[in-house]
């Protein structure tokens, strides 16, 4: 099939090349044009693992091409893909980009073509847009055009998989005069072994949203259960697998640390809270899951100044990680640049490593004050504390030997619970994380000695780490 995919950022540009890899012809278009000329000279503009050999594999092919002229790609595509930007930077939604393209886009479609848009929208503007498409289409004296909302469930370092191999696929539909639209979205879907859902487009739209606010509430939950585990002395990676097993609860997403950052998470919360409140529904749920998260952010810092006697005054401070997530180099709500901006506001020295050239950069920009440096074991020299933010697999498989050996103070604040707590303790390290006896927690409910049985008093078995996993990365 013929497709055009209009805006390339990580959603339209990893379903560009996917579609493209599974035999469609794809003309990928974008408005901003450094963006543009970085593609058309073979420059993938942010990290996702697989897809700058993909997007180089299926320009050789002519099987996917990049152009500034929407009209064209418009005019032949049998399938219009909309994936433009729905942020306004600022924990809003903003419309008007979607706006701008389909009165660009969807007065040249050919009659028998169907829009699916994948940008993420607010519900609001969901429920406009059936009148919306036949009035743009009416102005331009053509047809009505059927249209789908057609969700991306993917997450970002794991992108091509999880399009390629999707768990479910939805088509939600706005309009479909004809009654063929989901009939061309199945074609174009026809490589994929996923379920296909088709139901409004409301429906459609809440049940993305409805994700990823639930994997939100997931990690928000495993975060509060963090906190009970430090105030009882329990071990939140036991707890979790003790859960686990139910296969009503499912062991994933419930990793306690610094929280969900990222374009996505953070945003649709804070939205969904937002829009709830001026539809007057109340979500005291959602509320608690945005302020559960933000706190982990100042309690990684309180932990780190605890543990260093009180004061980060004077102090060194070394954080390993600053992207929101290992495999990308996406700072978007990263919690490192938040955790970075307190610990110099309360006086340290703060000299962060990344395994990301580009984050790092762009780091030392978005945080003043912070030095950057281009190794974890520079980063280490000479520190009061580090403070592991990231579980990039670089920082999994440190020697953690030579880092103990490179510190002036062995305090390891863990804030992904990524490494093992026995190990570090036997280095030497004065080792805190979430749920697993954080300092800070216990000092919070009037303990100053860790309570319960210390993690070397409770090995972990072969089934609780194969049921858990916490070293993976997620
Ligand atoms: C998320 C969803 O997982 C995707 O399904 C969705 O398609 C995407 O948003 C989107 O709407 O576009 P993404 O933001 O790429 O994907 O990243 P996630 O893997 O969901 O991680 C989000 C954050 O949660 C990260 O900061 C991660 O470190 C954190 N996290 C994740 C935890 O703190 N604990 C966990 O157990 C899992």
Same mark, same amino acid.
């Given at each position: ?37 970085a593609l058309k000279d073979g420059m ?36 219009? =893909? ?10 809003? /939604? ?33 429920? *406009? ?43 939600? $539909? ?16 026809? /490589? +994929?072994?996923?379920?296909?859902l088709t139901m409004s487009a409301i ?31 329990? *071990?939140?990676? *036991? ?33 969904? $809270? ?12 959602? +509320? ?7 706190? *982990? ?13 009180? +004061? ?26 938040? =955790? ?51 579980? /990039? ?6 020697? /953690? ?53 210390? +993690? ?19």
């Open positions: 099939m013929q497709v055009g995919v209009f805006g390339l950022g990580y959603v339209g540009l990893v379903t560009s090349a996917c579609l493209a890899e599974r035999g469609h012809h794809v003309i990928g278009v974008e408005v901003n044009e450094a963006r543009l000329d993938v503009p942010f990290y996702e693992p697989g897809l700058h050999e993909m997007v180089a594999r299926q320009r050789a092919t002519d099987h996917l091409t990049f152009s500034a002229s929407g009209r064209e790609a418009a005019a032949t595509a049998d399938v219009v =893909i909309v994936a433009v930007g729905t942020h306004d930077g600022n924990g809003g /939604w903003q419309t008007e980009t979607m706006l701008a393209c389909l009165s660009e886009v969807v007065p040249h479609m050919a009659d028998d073509a169907v829009l699916a848009v994948r940008s993420t929208l607010p519900p609001d503007f969901i429920r *406009q847009l059936p009148r919306l498409l036949r009035s743009i289409r009416e102005q331009a004296g053509r047809e009505p055009i059927a249209a789908v909302v057609n969700p991306e469930f993917t997450r970002e370092g794991a992108a091509i998989r999880d399009y390629l191999e999707a768990e479910r696929v939805i088509f939600g $539909v706005i309009d479909d005069p004809k009654g063929r639209g989901v009939e061309r979205m199945n074609a174009l879907y026809e /490589w +994929s072994t996923a379920p296909v429906d459609a739209a809440f049940a993305k949203l409805g994700s990823n606010l639930f994997l939100a509430t997931k990690i928000s939950f495993a975060n509060e259960l963090a906190a009970l585990c430090d105030a009882y002395g329990a *071990q939140v990676d *036991q707890v979790v697998a003790g859960m686990a097993f139910d296969s009503r609860i499912g062991g994933r997403f419930l990793r306690a640390g610094v929280g969900f950052g990222g374009s996505c998470l953070p945003n649709q919360v804070t939205m969904t $809270v937002k829009s709830a409140t001026l539809a007057g529904v109340p979500s005291p749920l959602l +509320s608690a899951v945005d302020e559960i998260n933000h706190r *982990q952010r100042t309690d990684f810092v309180a932990n780190v100044r605890e543990m260093i006697g009180g +004061s980060l005054e004077g102090k060194r401070v070394a954080l390993l990680g600053l992207t929101f997530k290992p495999l990308t180099d996406d700072l978007r709500d990263a919690p490192a640049l938040d =955790i970075a901006r307190h610990l110099l506001a309360g006086g340290a020295t703060v000299v962060a490593y990344d395994p990301m050239e580009s984050a790092r950069v762009r780091s030392a920009d978005l945080v003043p004050g912070l030095e950057v440096v281009s190794s974890a074991l520079e980063a280490v020299e000479g520190v009061d504390a580090i403070g592991l933010v990231t579980e /990039w697999p670089e920082f999994l498989n440190l020697d /953690w030997s030579v880092v103990r050996a490179a510190v002036r103070n062995p305090v390891l604040v863990d804030g992904r619970g990524a490494l093992i707590p026995d190990q570090m303790t036997a280095l030497g390290f004065d080792y805190s994380a979430f749920g697993r006896g954080l300092r800070a927690g216990a000092l919070a409910t009037g303990e100053t000695e860790p309570i319960g049985q210390t +993690s070397a008093e409770r090995s972990p078995t072969a089934t609780v780490i194969e049921a858990y996993a916490p070293l993976q990365v997620e």
